[in-house]
């Protein structure tokens, strides 16, 4: 069983998330995506406007949209079928009790004993991949599992921007590149958008929209 851990901030899910997701489980055949929202991320200066419960929530609900929907279709490759039933979401990188940060080398530890007989991957967009030398320990990272590194607008992946993480041959054989995702849109962005008002139509999935209309998110305290 091939399965895939995509960690993030989700704050909130939005399309290109998805179209990671989808791209990646076409090109390498991954049984299981485990949409995994974070509690506290360490390396983040801000912290998530929505609660962990709220992100979470949004999560679900997109991967429960069904692609009948004309507006849903506009978030996923032409092929995709939705929902998709190799996406989960997952709580593996839920707030510590302790309320300390999540580090993902920790839920790659978790994650192993969960499904000790698969083989394992992360999901990255380059951006973050790009930053794992300030990750904590980035060498265990790439042994415990493989690496699934996907393009994204403005962070040009590269060998010459890979030789920046100094990998080794073995640890670069870990390393896969997807470079046929261009997905101009970040979380950042929609939350200033969603703060005057915008229900940023073909980004954030139509149930997605109306929860947070719903619950009153991102808008101005
Ligand atoms: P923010 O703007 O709040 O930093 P974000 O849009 O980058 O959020 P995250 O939840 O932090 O979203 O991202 C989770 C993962 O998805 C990261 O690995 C990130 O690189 C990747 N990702 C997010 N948006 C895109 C995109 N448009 N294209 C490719 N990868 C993306």
């Known amino acids: 069983m091939r399965v895939a851990f995509f960690g993030g901030t989700f704050d ?4 290109g998330h998805l ?17 995994a929202p974070v509690g506290l991320q360490p390396l983040k200066a801000e912290h998530a406007i929505a ?4 992100r979470s929530e949004m999560i679900a609900l997109a991967l429960a949209s ?16 939705f929902p998709d039933s190799r996406f989960a979401m997952s709580t593996l990188d839920a ?3 302790n309320g300390s940060p999540n580090f993902t080398i920790d839920t790659l530890g978790a994650l192993v004993l ?39 607008p403005e962070f040009p992946l590269t060998e010459p921007q890979l030789a920046a993480l100094a990998l080794t041959p073995t640890q670069r054989d870990r390393v896969h590149l997807l470079t046929t995702v261009h997905e101009d849109v970040s979380a950042t962005d929609l939350r ?6 915008d229900p940023c139509p073909g980004l954030l ?17």
């Open 12 to 15: 909130p899910i939005h399309r």
């Open 19 to 35: 179209r990671l997701a989808a791209a990646a489980a076409d090109a390498f055949d991954l049984d299981r995506v485990l949409f």
């Open 51 to 54: 609660s962990f419960a709220d």
């Open 66 to 81: 069904g692609s009948h929907n004309s507006s849903a279709r506009e978030h996923l490759p032409p092929t995709a079928n």
């Open 95 to 97: 707030p510590r009790p």
């Open 114 to 152: 969960e499904y000790p007989a698969a083989q394992l991957f992360v999901l990255s967009g380059a951006d973050s991949f790009l930053d794992l030398r300030r990750w904590r320990s980035p060498n265990q990272l790439l042994a415990l599992a493989e690496w699934i590194v996907v393009s994204r």
């Open 192 to 197: 200033r958008r969603l703060r005057t008002g």
């Open 205 to 221: 999935f139509p149930a997605v929209s109306t929860y947070i209309q719903t619950h009153n998110l991102y808008r101005s305290p």
